[in-house]
């Protein structure tokens, strides 16, 4: 065990193999937007099956972990539903909502079926290509 001095500066347990991995972004910045992957400016018509009723709605934004959900009356926050993207080839995906902007819509968290996740990759793979 190494020993410090008294009055030394407690070791940084922020430097390591993570931070390295993680680059040096303003770590105040991680405290308001907790995202990890890319987001995507994508349009699309969306359908949410919650219990026997179908809401309609679009989206604004999407990233490998979730997306943006425009809708004047979101669900709230922890609400976990199903949802079809509704693309050449309807996509199903489900979702648990992180947040809710009143009138706006809602950030979702995203979980894929098995079978839907190719899929899933593939359309954010394309989207990562159309951005420059």
Known sequence: MRRESPGAAAPDPYQGDFVRFMGTADPSSRRTDRRWAPRYSFRA?????????VLRASTRDISASGMFIESVDPLWVGAGFSASLLLDHPLKVLCSVKRVEPGLGMGVSVSLPVEQ???YQRLISRLSQTRS
């Open 45 to 53: 018509s969306l359908d949410i099956e919650w219990g026997s009723a």
């Open 117 to 119: 996740q190719e899929p």
